[in-house]
């Protein structure tokens, strides 16, 4: 009874919004609080339909306590059971146990996730008010809310989901629902809107409560530090990015221009700063008044010379569609920073798109700690276990799988170069096709992916590509992915979330593709972390099923250059548990980058946090007057000429749009200021310490220069003959994107301190 | 220059309101308590009143200078006797090696990993040099005292060992106390050590002024004047420490069509003064070798010339104001390679408007840096050699030739002050000046930023409550 007791007061504790310690616990606690909750859904079963209704009014009615969690898990899984047909495991209750209190579930991939999460989020609604349900993509979120939604209703909780085409109207009513499915794109996309809007009634969220992650480890580990950003005002492209896109393209490497060790930063040469400016006809291209012609000219030869077609991006329906690392697919709305994106267009000839000044920007880990409670699931949160507690405070707890896994991991094979993995990899598809055995082939790129294809058409082997270019035939390919003899080449795209049932769609001869073993998964390249390749195995014996992957990667490879592995196995036999090792130090080391850059954005957040309740005081109060209160005479003149109504009204709408300046203003400063701040080093002092010191000043500077910016613009007023304030700035606020931080031109901090990483991986690899 | 300082930070009830912040600098300030109590536990063995005596012979050789860095224990050789300096002395030897050692070059360059080995390096280093040095010093000891009462009461193998013992295990309990203050308190425990140990002198310098005023040695007006110039003093020296060349350097723009506001961001601030008090330190260590060897190998060469090298001495000033120039430009050489610098900002787009990258930034950086570390050196010895001539005057007898002249000279106009020294002790040497006023306004900075972060942190927090009422 004491486990059981501990545990439910520490799920009640997290419930009510208290954080709970950082105690293991094992998994016999959580036995007890299983076996009163069967026991409670046996009851269930049993009662008829008016009956159910009274227990679930009841429920409803009672304020959040202790002995109710069994009672809503109980209910949730009796509902599931109703009306879905499908009966809760114990482990998946396991896994909701965890979530409800506050955890990370890691739960293998294909033991159902989806419908495990039910009872947990049925609990933190009725302790927290709310949950938002975050899910990879605005499919997943439909499909989720339609397909859950009817337990939802029948436990009288409303549920309502967000997707990229809706109305700000449609998004509002959503949001007001107690359980929404949403992807975080959408709503950290509208807490920004939010965050602009010049009136009450544009907004559309709700107070944020809890949050539920689908897939944690990708939001809040991969993509945790991508910004999401909102831009407006609207401004045109440099007409110079064909120029210099065609002038990039005659520079050549090491005589006009170089590329630092790791493929990550451009410069340009002497020779090439010389063509340069004689085709710009610029004069001195180092000149401060030349800052244009320079950025333009080192963005193209960025676009030109590191970003590749078909691996970092695609052209699609006219437009260059980013992919993503992780996923393997179009990152939909990613963008390089602006002049870089103009200049990846001016490169394949495109037409320019428009690009905006920052008015907001946060970042998914920071939109996170918006959340009062969090938790989530994942198939592979073990090896990020540090760092989810680090950083979120969040444990990560192993749901045992409800049949044993029998999948066979085979050892990688290594070669030299890409050109014998490549002949390798065809040898061993033909002599596993030919049993009839389906085969999985992750790769690392389009471009990979379709290398690989021209040699399989040749080889006469039939198989499908699933790559960016052609997701609308994901499902169908997928569909038939685990059929007699089928052989997908796919990218990462196979990866995460993908259920490959064995014998296709319907199942046909799945007990001969059983005796033949199952799934086979062959990863072409290891990934720098090794969550992604642990993603591309789990699509292979699910459920209990038998399978089997390996890994054929080659010195060749992206991640062994550009980690300097291949230069330090140069004269020695290379060692297949080196990779693993590796992959270990990278992603240790990423940890501790993303630490020190969190150091660096946490001043910022806080900033932006007090910013933002500055404004909304603005925005919901209407009656403080900076006017009023700091230069009375102009109020009153402005007063008898508009009326006090209509003044308020205006000045409202005027500090807000003050507001935004500022911050967005603000916001570019501190991007400049991030670019040089490590060279206080040079004058003895410590760049943290120097950045929180200046961006602390320049904030408070912010602040205090607001009231005076206000009244200014006051007394500048102009009114047009209607009696319409004139000088009022229309700003296109819609544009909303993601940004990549991973290949950002002008080395940002991160960039510089990943150069760590190449050396460290080195070290160990040659064992010095 | 100075810059604007927040008045929202610098409080220091700031301090005290602050939990976390509080308590790092009540760890700090215990610690530094645990050392100064240490200071006055005794090695055993000795006989301190025949030491005291000893070092008032000996004012001006290396060890009434290392007795700066230990905070005094050297003299009442208590077991923090050698202080943190053996520790300083390995953290330059290591600091050089990295320029010649590969494998250390190597380490050096690769981020907080390689800083750790080299600190453990370091470490070890120490502790090799102050068994060394504290058996040289047994030795020393056995060997000293000449006519007076013997300063070791029993000389032998055993006392030798025990003070060995005894002084290590003292210095390496320092240091683990200055890294612990680095790590949970606040500021550079080791800087700090230093620091305190130098400011626990002045108590007593406050009262033998006041005594000096109540025997009428001094009137009021010579401490007030007194007191006048050491204010202005420590203020041009924070003057000077804080003041840089901030040269501007353009980075392409990331944010397309956007005024510059407020200024340039980004510059390389190269400091008037960048090797800080180390200088010094060599220089004073090189030229009181001769005096030193002196007291060693007593004989008639090496007595003439530690005579003319004594403190005050025309030649010992020569060599001083020599090897601190020299020194102030060798360590800036060391810690600055113009040209490393240079190719770092073109690598990420960056360049100082009007010159190209590479080569001629290069160029231009160095220039601009020889001539702030000739500015540099000059203050140096000025700072370093002032107090010495309001100590002891200007000797200029010794000087061949128009010496015994310029002697009689001076002395007929009634400047012979220039020569004698106003017999005014000066309180901070130039060393200790530069010391202490470095390590508070590093400190400072350290307890700054950690105000900020608090009060930012505040609003972090702020934020997830009022959610959670949401």
């Given at each position: 009874m004491t486990a059981f007791n501990e545990v439910s007061a520490r799920i009640v504790k997290f419930l009510l919004g208290l954080r709970p310690g950082s105690v293991r616990e094992s998994g016999r606690s959580y036995d007890f609080l299983l076996q009163q909750i069967n026991r409670r859904r046996a009851q269930l079963h049993e009662i008829d339909g008016t009956q159910l209704q009274a227990i679930i009014h009841e429920l409803r009615c009672q304020a959040w306590n202790d002995s109710l969690l069994v009672e809503v898990f109980a209910l949730a899984a009796d509902q599931t059971e109703r009306i879905l047909g499908l009966r809760l495991f114990d482990v998946q209750l396991l896994g909701a146990l965890v979530m409800s209190e506050g955890k990370v579930a890691e739960m293998q991939t294909g033991e159902g996730k989806t419908l495990a999460a039910v009872p947990a989020i049925c609990a933190l609604t009725l302790a927290s008010g709310g949950v938002h349900v975050l899910t990879a993509n605005d499919y997943l979120a439909q499909r989720d809310a339609t397909w859950m939604g009817d337990i939802y209703r029948s436990l009288h909780f409303s549920v309502g989901y967000v997707t990229q085409q809706m109305t700000a109207e449609e998004r509002r009513k959503a949001y007001a629902c107690d359980v929404v499915y949403a992807t975080p794109n959408e709503v950290g996309f509208d807490f920004l809107r939010d965050q602009l809007c010049l009136d009450p009634s544009e907004l559309v969220h709700q107070p944020f409560h809890s949050v539920l992650f689908d897939e944690i480890d990708s939001i809040l580990i991969d993509e945790a530090r991508i910004p999401l950003v909102i831009a407006g005002g609207d401004m045109t492209p440099p007409e110079m990015a064909h120029r210099c896109a065609t002038i990039a393209r005659r520079l050549r490497l090491n005589t006009d221009y170089g590329i630092d060790e790791y493929a990550r930063n451009v410069h340009l040469l002497d020779a090439g700063a010389a063509k340069v400016e004689t085709a710009l006809r610029c004069g001195n291209l180092y000149d401060l008044r030349n800052v244009q012609p320079l950025t333009a000219i080192l963005d193209a030869l960025h676009a030109e010379a590191l970003l590749r077609r078909d691996v970092d991006y695609i052209v699609k329906n006219n437009a260059i569609e980013l992919v993503d690392e992780f996923k393997g697919r179009i990152a939909e709305n990613r963008r390089w920073a602006a002049g870089l994106q103009t200049a990846v267009e001016a490169k394949e000839n495109l037409p320019l798109k428009k690009q905006g000044q920052i008015l907001g920007a946060i970042t998914l880990e920071n939109l996170t700690a918006l959340y009062p409670r969090i938790c989530g699931m994942t198939g592979t949160a073990a090896t990020q276990a540090e760092e989810f507690f680090k950083i979120y405070g969040l444990e990560v707890v192993a749901i045992p799988t409800n049949r044993p896994m029998i999948r066979v991991d085979e050892k990688d094979l290594l070669f030299r170069t890409k050109a014998d993995k490549e002949q390798a990899l065809v040898e061993e598809i033909t002599c596993v096709h030919a049993t009839g055995r389906p085969i999985l082939v992750g790769t690392a790129s389009v471009a990979e992916s379709e290398r690989l294809s021209a040699r399989l058409r040749q080889a006469g082997i039939p198989h499908h590509v699933l790559n960016a270019r052609n997701d609308e035939a994901e499902a169908q390919i997928i569909a038939q992915a685990g059929a007699l003899g089928a052989v997908t080449i796919s990218t990462?795209?196979?990866?995460?979330?993908t259920d490959i049932p064995l014998g296709g769609t319907p199942p046909r001869q799945r007990q001969t593709i059983l005796d033949l073993g199952g799934l086979y998964v062959i990863g072409t390249n290891r990934h720098e972390s090794r969550r992604i390749d642990h993603q591309l195995r789990g699509r292979s014996g699910r459920q209990g099923d038998p399978g089997s992957s390996r890994f054929f990667i080659s010195l060749e490879d992206d991640l062994m250059e550009r980690f300097g592995i291949r230069e330090a196995l140069r004269d020695r036999t290379p060692e297949v548990e080196a990779i693993e090792h590796v992959q270990r130090i990278i992603e240790g080391q990423n940890l501790e980058i993303r630490q020190t850059l969190r150091k660096y954005e946490q001043i910022i957040e806080a900033q932006r946090r007090i910013i933002h309740a500055k404004r909304r005081d603005v925005l919901t109060a209407a009656d403080r007057s900076v006017l009023a209160s700091h230069a009375p005479e102009l109020f009153q003149r402005l007063c008898l000429d508009l009326g006090g109504i209509r003044l308020a009204e205006l000045e409202r709408r005027l500090t807000l749009m003050k507001i935004d300046e500022a911050w967005s203003n603000y916001l570019a400063d501190v991007a400049e200021l991030r670019c040089g701040i490590h060279w206080v080093s040079l004058g003895g002092k410590n760049p943290l310490d120097e950045y929180l010191h200046q961006t602390a000043m320049s904030f408070e500077r912010l602040l205090n220069g607001l009231d005076e910016q206000i009244i200014d613009a006051f007394s500048h007023l102009q009114l047009d003959p209607h009696g319409e304030w004139a000088g009022l700035p229309g700003l296109d606020r819609g544009a909303t994107w993601t940004y990549v931080i991973n290949d950002q031109p002008f080395g940002d901090l991160g960039e510089r301190m990943a150069k760590a990483i190449v050396q460290l991986v080195s070290q160990t690899i040659t064992g010095q | 220059m100075p810059e604007e300082r927040s008045p929202l930070f610098s409080s220091i009830k700031n301090i005290f309101s602050i939990p976390d912040l509080r308590n790092r600098v009540l760890f700090m300030l215990g610690l530094l308590a645990v050392y100064r109590i240490g200071a006055y536990i005794p090695t055993p063995g000795i006989n301190h009143s025949a030491l005291e005596q000893l070092f008032q012979a000996q004012s001006g050789t290396i060890f009434g200078f290392l007795d700066i860095f230990s905070g005094g224990n050297l003299r009442r050789f208590s077991i923090f006797a050698l202080g943190i300096m053996p520790y300083i002395t390995a953290s330059i030897i290591l600091q050089l090696a990295t320029l010649v050692v590969p494998h250390l070059e190597k380490l050096s360059k690769e981020g907080e990993l390689g800083r750790r080995k080299i600190t453990q390096y370091t470490r070890y280093l120490t502790v090799v040099l102050t068994m060394f040095q504290g058996f040289m010093t047994a030795v020393a000891l056995e060997k000293s005292g000449g006519t007076g009462p013997q300063i070791v009461e029993a000389p032998g193998w055993y006392f030798r060992f025990m003070v060995m013992i005894t002084l290590t295990t003292g210095t390496a309990f320092i240091m683990w106390v200055g890294e612990q203050i680095t790590e949970r308190g606040i500021g550079n425990g080791i800087s700090l050590i230093i620091f305190a140990g130098i400011v626990a002198g002045l108590p007593r310098a406050i009262h033998d002024i006041i005594v000096n005023v109540q025997q009428r040695t001094w009137s009021l007006f010579t401490v007030i004047i007194l007191l006048v110039v050491m204010i202005l003093v420590v203020a041009a020296v924070v003057f000077v420490e804080r003041g840089q060349r901030k040269i501007p350097v353009q980075y392409a723009k990331r944010v397309v069509g956007r005024k510059v506001y407020g200024g340039q961001a980004t510059h390389l601030p190269l400091r008037v003064n960048s090797g800080g008090v180390i200088p010094v330190i060599f220089a004073a260590s090189i030229v009181s070798i001769p005096s030193t060897l002196g007291v060693v190998f007593p004989g008639t060469f090496m007595k003439s010339l530690a005579s003319q090298l004594a403190q005050g001495m025309p030649l010992y000033n020569l060599l001083y104001v020599t090897g601190i120039i020299f020194f102030a430009f060798f360590y800036v050489s060391i810690i600055f390679n113009p040209m490393e610098v240079a190719d770092n900002i073109r690598k990420y787009g960056g360049y100082i408007p009007g010159i190209r990258p590479g080569k001629r930034t290069a160029e231009f950086i160095d220039r601009i840096l020889s001539r702030l570390t000739a500015a540099g050196a000059i203050y140096l010895v000025l700072v370093c050699l002032l107090p010495e001539f309001l100590m002891t005057g200007f000797k200029v007898q010794p000087i061949p030739v128009i010496g015994p002249t310029l002697d009689d000279f001076l002395a007929s106009i009634g400047m012979s002050w220039v020569t004698t020294g106003l017999g005014v002790t000066f309180y901070f040497g130039g060393t200790s000046l530069l010391i202490v006023v470095g390590v508070a306004m590093d400190t400072v900075q350290q307890i700054e930023s950690q105000l900020i972060m608090r009060h930012y942190d505040g609003f972090l927090k702020k934020g997830r409550i009022r959610g959670r009422r949401g």
């Open positions: 990462n795209m196979a990866g995460r979330g | -």
